[in-house]
């Protein structure tokens, strides 16, 4: 039966609704204005100079007011942190500096590495949060350890969960730690160019959080309720300025590259390709709070290979982007519908497939990228980029252009409108060429909502695809989705839905699932025991479940869970899940070429797992999650898990494995699936990095191993050198080789 929804109609009620919600009762300080509240810290003119060496003793750092009064968020969230950390802030005419006292009640410190951009989970740190434009959806985050070693990345979407935060963003600032009898400090300078922001603006937002292994106490600076993530931007307080910074006169930053290698496909048995190239990236402020990215012959041979995995899904598999030429305001382009109803995936953009249906790099001739903030309610975003025509491939020259457009809505909340387009340009004679659409364009229109205090969350969308397609009319290519959740500290309540027309196949999108409407509503409770090894336990569940209009119910999944978190910071999870598939088209789960489950066949099957992840403050740490249950018509027996070993500081050696054995009746197939992927990464100094990844699946007959060495000679410059070899698992054939060396040198104008 046709569902009779008007999604339009929807989207309109669910912003006028959830706008209402959007107005909280002033009970909580974070519930104010900005402009309202009392500054946290002040910032003063620097007397004089300041080194960067990690010990705080110029007198430039006490000249204005320090933020102090560190919240306990971890083990509990009620009272001061017993171990305190002391914040002082400063600037002058090109520099923000940020200095931090962090007391310890031991000095055995726990790092993983030396490698810059290291995860806080589990290591001693302190991270900075930066938000110039006192939106709370969006911030600079820096930070450091007690051996001096950097992170830097970008927060989005208020900060709801870690797939909002991107620590693939690189960029010139300065920083160095210091370990003390007591205490640990650290002296950071960011360049204004480093920043965007808004001139004339006195009060910027700002927060910080620590990790402490030796009191095993993770705190806040401005107080953060533990059912909200530790990075949270919906509670950040103003710092207060002597004055408005002023902006560079010139943010003009070029990085030229050149690389060299050769490659060989031994399967093919064609000579080996030696190849050279040179090709430069340019960031140029064009406001400081827009910037201008441009790339020339962009090579990304330095990116580290995705992690692969065992798919057991009829779907395609999302990887993460992690090109540094489209991480700055990602979100801005990339974070409309949602994940598997997004109109715009950068990595289609320079990655696609031949005629065998084998995955290959297009070359990309040039690129063009604006996008920031126009004020303190305006964002845009403006992306242009050419592919070359690949005959060999059988792939045309492509043009993609992306429009976005953000505005505020309230404290925290945003409608925005997102127009994507794909042009190909099909030669006069286009029988070598794959059968491509001349265009395929897709308009879309969001709202994103976020309470002041995150109580209520959610978004709803409405997307039109245009493409050449004529047998469908436009009620035909649309998809439409909306999500609200309401969490306080002892329960979260969850709905979402979505629907996505048969004719909605934006090319440059990721859609892996077309022509169902699915609801998906979840529920939690959440209890803080005051005595035990528990800190916190909860309890939830999930129901997920798609039709097809024309048919009816294709797929169910009914879960429920248990998860312990223990104040030992390890964390285990129980749960049990039954599901229903219906088979439209014949399937092998496998993937091993057996006979497949046949098509118009439904199956019901219920499995149980569980998940353990130890204690990683520990030199030896692991995470084991088996599974076993049934699965289609027959059974499932998994094992995944991983054992960390950490050679402080010099890094780490991390081992993943999983097995997975699916039992099936005959005709069908029986296979154990494995996959191991051992990494090794040593950091020699806070310069010098090699970090070897090998990952043997036998689902897909694969090993490869990838070598990278990185030496970053001057800040953001780097030499890379990277090797990567391929094998059939069946016969340990070299399938392909290539050795790549690349070089890039950072230049400021």
Same mark, same amino acid.
């Given at each position: ?544 479940? /798609?039709? +097809?209009?024309?048919?009816?119910? =294709?797929?169910? @999944?009914?879960? $429920?869970?248990? %998860?312990?978190?223990?104040? *030992? !910071? ?113 950091? /020699?100094? +806070?310069?010098?990095?090699?970090? =070897?990844?090998? @990952?043997?699946? $036998?689902?897909? %007959?694969?090993?490869?191993? *990838? !070598? ?42």
């Amino acid at each position: 039966m046709e569902l009779q929804i008007r999604p339009i109609l929807f989207f309109i009620l669910m912003a006028l609704s959830t706008s209402l919600l959007a107005q909280p009762m002033m009970t909580d300080p974070s519930d104010l204005p900005d402009e309202k509240l009392p500054a946290r810290a002040t910032l003063a003119r620097t007397s004089g100079p300041i080194v960067i060496d990690g010990n705080i003793d110029e007198p430039s750092w006490f000249q204005g007011k320090p933020a102090t009064g560190f919240w306990e968020y971890f083990p509990s969230d009620t009272s001061l942190n017993k171990v305190q950390t002391e914040i002082y802030l400063a600037f002058d005419d090109n520099f923000l500096y940020i200095a931090a006292r962090c007391e310890s009640v031991g000095d055995e410190y726990v790092v993983n590495s030396l490698r810059r951009d290291y995860r806080a989970g589990g290591n001693d740190n302190l991270t900075f949060l930066i938000d110039p434009f006192q939106d709370k959806i969006n911030a600079f985050v820096f930070g450091m350890n007690p051996y001096g070693v950097m992170r830097e990345a970008l927060i989005s979407n208020g900060g709801q969960g870690f797939g909002d935060w991107d620590s693939g963003w690189d960029n010139k600032w300065k920083g160095e730690s210091k370990i003390h009898d007591g205490y640990w400090s650290c002296e950071v300078a960011i360049p204004f160019s480093t920043l965007r922001f808004n001139p004339g603006t006195e009060r910027w937002n700002f927060n910080a959080y620590r990790f402490d292994t030796q009191s095993n106490t993770r705190s806040t600076l401005v107080r953060i309720p533990q059912n909200q993530t530790i990075m949270s931007l919906a509670y950040m307080d103003p710092i207060e300025w002597d004055e408005s910074p002023k902006p560079p006169k010139r943010n003009i930053s070029i990085i030229p590259f050149a690389t060299a290698g050769t490659n060989k496909n031994f399967e093919e048995g064609t000579p080996a390709n030696n190849n050279f190239a040179v090709g430069a990236d340019a960031k140029i402020a064009v406001t400081p709070g827009l910037n201008l990215d441009l790339t020339v012959n962009p090579d990304f041979s330095q990116v580290e290979v995705d992690q692969q995995v065992i798919n057991l899904d009829r779907f395609e598999v999302f990887f993460p982007e992690r090109r540094q030429f489209f991480l700055e305001n990602a979100d801005l382009f990339g974070s409309f519908g949602e994940q598997r109803v997004n109109p715009f995936f950068s990595r289609r953009i320079g990655i696609d497939r031949d005629t065998a249906g084998n995955t290959v790099q297009v070359p990309i001739l040039y690129g063009a990228r604006l996008s920031g903030k126009l004020d303190n309610n305006w964002r845009i975003g403006v992306l242009n980029m050419h592919t070359l025509q690949d005959n060999e491939a059988g792939l045309p020259a492509v043009n993609y252009s992306v429009g976005a457009v953000q505005r505020k809505v309230g404290q925290r909340s945003n409608i925005g409108m997102i127009f994507v387009n794909k042009q190909a340009f099909l030669p006069d004679n286009n029988e070598t060429m794959q059968d491509v659409d001349a265009y395929n364009r897709v308009i879309g229109l969001d709202y994103n909502l976020n309470t002041p205090d995150n109580k209520w969350t959610g978004k709803t969308y409405y997307h039109q695809a245009i493409t050449t397609d004529d047998e469908l009319s436009a009620t035909d290519k649309f998809a439409h989705g909306a999500r609200l959740e309401y969490r306080v500290r002892d329960v979260s309540v969850e709905w979402s839905h979505r629907w996505v027309r048969e004719g909605f196949t934006p090319e440059l999108g990721f859609v892996p699932r077309r022509n169902v409407f699915r609801v998906n509503p979840q529920a939690q409770l959440f209890f803080y025991p005051e005595k035990g090894a528990i800190n916190r336990w909860q309890v939830g569940a999930e129901y997920s479940s /798609f039709w +097809k209009p024309e048919y009816g119910q =294709t797929d169910q @999944q009914i879960r $429920s869970f248990l %998860e312990l978190n223990y104040k *030992n !910071t390890s964390e285990l999870r129980f749960w049990v899940q039954n599901d229903y598939t219906f088979l439209f088209n014949s399937f092998d789960p496998t993937r091993t070429g057996a006979e497949p489950l046949a098509a118009d066949s439904d199956y019901r099957y219920s499995s149980l797992g569980l998940s353990y992840q130890s204690d990683r403050r520990k030199v030896l740490s692991y995470r084991l999650t088996p599974q076993v249950g049934q699965f289609f018509n027959g059974y499932r027996y998994s094992m995944r898990g991983s054992l960390t070993y950490r050679y402080q500081p010099l890094g780490q050696i991390e081992m993943n494995v999983n097995y997975t054995y699916i039992d099936l009746p005959s005709p069908h197939a029986s296979a154990g699936l494995f996959l191991i992927g051992p990494r090794i990464d040593l950091t /020699f100094s +806070k310069s010098l990095f090699l970090t =070897t990844f090998l @990952q043997y699946n $036998s689902q897909s %007959e694969n090993m490869n191993i *990838n !070598t990278r060495f990185q030496w970053r000679f001057a800040p953001v410059s780097d030499f890379f050198l990277v090797y990567t070899d391929n094998y059939d698992t069946f016969d340990w054939g070299v399938k392909n080789r290539a050795i790549v060396a690349k070089v890039t040198y950072w230049l400021n104008l």
